[in-house]
C-alpha cells in the first residue's frame, strides 16, 4: 500500500530532551516536506527537501533540523525541544514538478513539558 | 505572497443535506494549483483533488463536486446527499510555482472548514 508512515504517532517528552520523528515513503516520491498545525495558526511548512541531500526552510525552521540521506526517509529533529513546539506534526511526499498533489502522514501529536 | 480564506469557521448539516464548503485565494502568480484536503476525527490529510489554473472545467467525483471560478477567485466544493462520515474538518490550499524562490512546493492552507453531519 502506497503511504506516508510517521513514528511515533503520540510523544510526550520534556524540555531539552532531543528526540527524532521519523517519516518515511514508499512512493518514489522526490518531495519531501514537514508541517505543523496549531489552533488559530493552521498548517505551516518547516522544512522541505526537493530530493536526496537538498533541503530547505519552510515558513517556520527555528528550532528544527531534517536530513535526507536516503529518498524515502526525512526524519525532522529537535535537537531542544521547547514548549512552543508543542504541536501537530505532519510529514507529506509527492512527485517532484509543479503542482504535484502532495500526500501527508498520519500525523504525529507532540506534546512538550 | 498567496493566501486563502475559508470564511466558513463551521457548518452543521443534517443527513442527506446538501452543502457547499466555501474557498477563495489569493496570488498574483498566473499559474498556481488549488488543492481540497479532508481531516477526519482521526487527524490524517487525505488529498481529495487537484486543479491548476488553467482549468476551469468543473468536476464530479461521486457525492463530491468542485466548482473553480477564476473570475471570483473561487474553488468551492459541495457534497451532495451528506454523510455521518463526511463530518471531518476540510481545508482548501493553494501551491505557486517555485514561490519567489524559496518554499518550494509549499502548500497554503485556509484555517479549513469543520463540517459537522448530524444524522
Known amino acids: 500500500e502506497a503511504q506516508v508512515t510517521q513514528n511515533p504517532r503520540y510523544l510526550i517528552t520534556v524540555t531539552g530532551k532531543k528526540l527524532t520523528v521519523t517519516c518515511s515513503q514508499n512512493?518514489?516520491?522526490?518531495?519531501m516536506s514537514w508541517y505543523r498545525q496549531d489552533p488559530g495558526l493552521g498548517l505551516r511548512q518547516i522544512y522541505y527537501s526537493m530530493n536526496v541531500e537538498v533541503t530547505d526552510k519552510g515558513d517556520v525552521p527555528e528550532g528544527y533540523k531534517v536530513s535526507r540521506k536516503e529518498k524515502r526517509n526525512f526524519p525532522l529533529i529537535l535537537e531542544s525541544p521547547s514548549p512552543n513546539q508543542t504541536s501537530l506534526y505532519f510529514c507529506?511526499?509527492?512527485?517532484w514538478g509543479e503542482g504535484r498533489e502532495q500526500y501527508f502522514g498520519p500525523g504525529t501529536r507532540l506534546t512538550v513539558t | 505572497a498567496q493566501k486563502v480564506t475559508q470564511a466558513q469557521t463551521e457548518i452543521s448539516v443534517v443527513e442527506k443535506e446538501d452543502v457547499t464548503l466555501d474557498c477563495v485565494y489569493e496570488?498574483?502568480?498566473?499559474?498556481?494549483?488549488l488543492f481540497w484536503y479532508k481531516q477526519p476525527p482521526s487527524g490524517e490529510l487525505v488529498f481529495l483533488i487537484r486543479?491548476?489554473?488553467?482549468?476551469?472545467q468543473n468536476e464530479i467525483s461521486g457525492r463530491y463536486s468542485w466548482n473553480f471560478q477564476k473570475s471570483t477567485s473561487s474553488f468551492n466544493f459541495t457534497i451532495t446527499a451528506s454523510q455521518v462520515v463526511d463530518s471531518a474538518v476540510y481545508f482548501c490550499a493553494l501551491t505557486v510555482p517555485n514561490a519567489g524562490g524559496t518554499s518550494y512546493g509549499k502548500l497554503t492552507f485556509g484555517q479549513g472548514t469543520i463540517l459537522t453531519v448530524h444524522p
Open positions: 486543479r491548476n489554473s488553467f482549468d476551469e
Open positions: 496570488t498574483r502568480d498566473t499559474t498556481y494549483y
Open positions: 507529506a511526499s509527492s512527485f
Open positions: 512512493m518514489n516520491h522526490e518531495y
